[in-house]
């Protein structure tokens, strides 16, 4: 009889039971800590969009809701003259739209008129109407008319928008505001470091901070600040010699001084109790004039029956040791949701919204 063959076989690395049940503790304890810091990225994202947050109405006299604008008035900006110019019909991934199919526009209303109604202006032949998807407008005292990176020249006499140029930079992937501070010469906030917009949500949810501001001209382009969780809404003081940046995300105002080489340090930060989205400069006295986001899950997840709620804040002396910052306007939702902007005009308020209604105040 043959001897019992005897099989030998030489264990892979790790395949004994006892490595077996260790490799499963790991992969037990590795769940876990993944699942630990999901629920910590998801109360962190939850209170930086001020889930919780409800708005007690502060009511004005004086307003109606501007005709022509059903769709959102995401910003706002005034000329001297009174000549006010609406960006509209902003498509924005994962916000709801009431005219999805409808391309953005830009709308004009002369605040000197007894009755001042909203018109679109027609824009000059050869630019794509039909992509237009306009998110912020800056303008500047030559009446050259900006938005985002698309500049126009605003012709008066026809009640038009002459495209000149479109700006495409490295640095500027993912550009929310600009402010203009010459011909071809401004900043802007790049609320993101991706353009992708699952890379966009990734970012905000991991809280990375990535977000920075932009100096742009013909000559030269650099980041002069970063850091930010959402760079926003960016605005000039009016003796030019500071600049105003919202961090919507960490809820924020930062004061940065403006050098001659257009490099920005930081002086202040004012934090706040909701989303700062545009900010506007009252050129008489010097206050800003922020649209706000009281609960900005709303804004994400669109219910008709309980819509985002809109507030207005006044700031003013921000410079000082102690800003008086000051709640003019707020609304659950029922007359206006998710404002965005409110720009102020010889006692007159405009507020903007993110996809919904504008409201006309006189002060």
């Known amino acids: 009889m043959a001897p019992p063959t005897e099989l030998l076989a030489r264990p892979e690395r790790g395949s004994a039971p006892g490595s077996r049940a260790m490799g499963r503790l790991v992969a037990v304890g590795l769940l876990g800590i993944a699942l630990a810091l999901l629920g910590e990225r998801l109360l962190a994202l939850r209170n930086r969009l001020k889930a919780s947050r409800e708005v007690e109405s502060v009511d ?31 498509k924005f991934p994962g916000l709801h739209s009431f005219a999805p199919d409808k391309p953005g526009g830009i709308l004009m209303m002369d605040l000197k008129e007894e009755k001042p109604r909203a018109r679109e202006l027609r824009i000059s032949r050869g630019f794509d109407l039909a992509s237009f998807n306009p998110h912020g407008i800056s303008t500047f005292i030559d009446n050259e008319f900006k938005n985002t990176v698309e500049i126009f020249k605003f012709e008066e006499a026809e009640n038009s928008l ?25 900043y802007a906030t790049n609320d993101h470091y991706f353009s992708d917009p699952f890379l966009k949500y990734l970012e905000t949810y991991l809280n990375l901070h990535w977000a920075n501001v932009v100096y742009y001209s013909p000559n030269e382009v650099k980041v002069v600040a970063e850091g930010y969780d959402s760079a926003n809404g960016i605005n000039i003081s009016p003796d030019n010699k500071y600049i105003y940046v919202a961090d919507i995300l960490a809820h924020e105002i930062h004061v940065l001084e403006k050098h001659p080489n257009m490099n920005l ?5 004012l934090e706040l109790d909701t989303l ?41 002396n921000i410079l000082s040791e102690k800003p008086t910052v000051t709640t003019v306007y707020a609304n659950n939702g029922s007359v206006l949701q998710g404002s965005s902007v409110a720009s102020v005009y010889d006692g007159k308020l405009l507020i903007g919204t993110l996809y919904h209604r504008a409201l006309y105040c006189e002060l």
């Open 265 to 269: 340090t930081q002086l202040k930060v």
């Open 162 to 186: 002459l495209h000149l140029k479109t700006v495409k930079h490295e640095l500027l992937p993912s550009v929310n505001d600009i402010t203009a501070v010459g011909p071809a010469h401004f």
């Open 276 to 316: 700062v989205d545009n900010l506007s400069i009252d050129p008489s006295s010097g206050d800003i004039w922020v649209g706000c986001h009281p609960n900005g899950q709303k804004l994400f997840v669109y219910d008709p029956n309980n819509p985002p709620s809109s507030e207005v804040l006044r700031i003013q």
């Open 60 to 90: 004005l006299p004086n307003c109606h809701l501007i005709k022509g604008i059903e769709a959102g008035s995401e910003d706002i900006d005034i000329l001297p003259n009174g000549l006010a110019f609406f960006s509209v019909g902003l």
